[in-house]
């Protein structure tokens, strides 16, 4: 029992302590770890916002679009049941509103009538998209620069670490060695915030790009209901 008493103290004292690290490192490293636990924790917030959001988006277009679809006059379904919160529901504004516009004194021109309804509903889309992808500059911006931030700590801890060694004329690795692992915390803490930033991005990305797909064969299929019913007038 007596050895287990003296070894536990010894065990813990060795063992790796992130917080005294942090409070041991020089203030310049301190400043690029809390700015890249900072980023971290932005990062997390976006990746679970994000996710939150998606969820709802295509919950709400599956609902309306299933409804849409079920109508037989579109312009009377979009004054009454029209959700501005809902990108399906944005786009067939788009497409209503051209239609209205183009049609209100008779349909002189129905190639050109065609093209600008087209062209209003990819807008929207491009729109919806660039919306959704707004956020996900800074999951990019963290995936590439956080790990050369960290480094930076890191050289600078190193620097200090040689620094010391001229200071107290001695190359020991007791000198040095509490330095650099400081030093390497910053490197590490910048890894952690730039590893699930990328793969968010990535994934987050695939993700826009998917709605992007399916928001197009909205409109397209929307554009040629439209267009059937304008070789009726």
């Known amino acids: 029992m007596s050895v287990l008493a003296v070894l536990a103290p010894a065990a813990a004292h060795n063992r790796l302590d992130p917080v005294q690290l942090f409070f041991d490192a020089d ?84 190639d050109g009538l065609r093209q600008r309804m087209a062209l209003a509903m990819e807008s929207q889309v491009a729109q ?28 600078w801890g190193i620097m200090n670490s040689f620094f010391q060694i001229g200071a107290q004329e001695s190359s020991s690795l007791a000198v040095v060695a509490p330095g650099i692992s400081e030093a390497l915390f910053a490197t590490a803490i910048g890894l952690f915030a730039a590893i699930p930033a990328v793969i968010a991005y990535n994934r987050f990305s695939y993700s826009v790009d998917q709605l992007q797909a399916r928001l197009q064969r909205f409109a397209d299929r929307f554009h040629a209901s439209l267009s059937r019913e304008l070789e009726r007038m």
């Open 27 to 110: 203030i310049i490293v301190q400043a690029v770890m809390v700015g890249l636990v900072l980023a971290s924790i932005w990062t997390w917030m976006i990746i679970v916002a994000f996710s939150l959001r998606m969820s709802k988006v295509r919950k709400r277009a599956d609902e309306f679009e299933h409804d849409f679809w079920e109508t037989d006059d579109f312009d009377s379904f979009m004054k009454n049941r029209a959700r501005k919160d809902i990108p399906s529901a944005r786009i067939a504004s788009a497409g209503m509103a051209e239609w209205r516009k183009s049609t209100k004194g008779g349909v002189k021109d129905r």
């Open 128 to 155: 919806e998209s660039d919306e959704l992808a707004a956020r996900l500059n800074f999951l990019a911006t963290t995936g590439s620069v956080a790990p050369f931030v960290g480094l930076f700590g890191t050289v």
